[in-house]
DNA sequence: ACCTGAACACCGTTCAAGT
DNA sequence: ACCTGAACACCGTTCAAGT
């Protein structure tokens, strides 16, 4: 890779980050090339398309989060700790607006950009349901498409202006329907 | 309105339901037009917005819908009634792909075409919600905001063709997150 | 190697001109 | 009243021409 390249490689994905938090995942390719100084076509020869542009953009975070998992998997108690990783993902998901539906979409597409991403997030979550399930405090009638759905959907819904000041509720109505007998969620056993 | 309008007025509609059908909300309104052999301003003429186009798609399907709520309660135990009016809801929204985002974004700005028809969704549910809340089958710490909240979640989320065959599953999961303490959830009652 | 302007086929919006 | 073609400002894709 060139020089003149890499520079532009990386400007690109500076100006694409202020662009993409202005106007979310639909933001105008063509935007982003103008607000970058660079050619349209440069751009797309970058990021042949959005979804490539968009793994750029979130590799890292994405990386954190599934290593988060890895730590996770072996400290705190199972159901704690998809509980706590739960909630970094929808934390992830606010911070672009919209990427959590190209996720969705691109997570059965072995040709998108995403797909790698996606299968990354799917096997973290799910092998954190497994480990849940066997304690027993996750139900045990869902698997790890269910829980990426449930997530995904999650964080779809707190993307929508209106419902993100509900978003630590919701999150906590859809974490109660996976993780049952939860100490927290278990009223009785803090009578008397 | 005149007599030539009013066949253009529901030739449109016609066309609009086979487009959608094959194409979901995202429709091209210019596609909409070229097959029902008709001006593209005329199609604006008719229905200003995308969003007014869909509304008179969904009209009578939701007339049924929020008729139907209004049976559900009088009649049945609460606790199903809010269930079988979810259920519903689900399977309308799986015959429009697409409408429930476009419903969840309208449901709180007033200027949306669509804005009167959620807002006819929200309080349907929410009368439901109640019911069930007083009788102790839903869970109290939960409004008609989340209720509608959830139901376009599941709505979207089986919008995708990976997630709709697992459609049955997930809604049974969601519902088991608001119906708490209900005859099919309760394992103990059925031991011996 | 890498960049770019331009042509292309789309889209929704708007409006003056038609019947 | 109602319809319409055309102009407009966008969009992403593609590619021949430049350095």
Request: aromatic content about 6%; glycine content about 4%.
């Amino acid at each position: 890779m060139r020089a003149d390249a890499k520079k532009n490689h990386s400007h690109i994905l500076t100006v694409a980050r202020e662009v993409v938090t202005e106007h979310g995942s639909d933001a105008s390719m063509r935007d982003i090339s103008r607000r970058a100084d660079v050619g349209l076509a440069t751009l797309l020869r970058h990021f042949p398309t959005r979804e490539a542009l968009f793994e750029a953009l979130v590799c890292t975070d994405l990386d954190a989060l599934t290593q988060k998992a890895d730590e996770l998997e072996t400290a705190t108690s199972p159901g704690e700790a998809l509980a706590s990783w739960f909630r970094d993902w929808v934390t992830f998901t606010q911070s672009y607006r919209g990427v959590v539906a190209m996720m969705a979409a691109a997570h059965t597409n072995p040709d998108s950009a995403l797909y790698a991403s996606c299968a990354a997030v799917h096997s973290a979550s799910a092998r954190l349901l497994l480990r849940a399930q066997a304690e027993g405090t996750a139900r045990a009638d869902m698997n790890g498409d269910d829980l990426f759905g449930l997530m995904s959907a999650l964080g779809w819904l707190v993307d929508l202006p209106s419902f993100a000041p509900r978003a630590d509720h919701l999150f906590h109505l859809i974490t109660s329907a996976i993780l049952t007998n939860r100490p927290s969620n278990d009223v009785k056993k803090t009578r008397r």
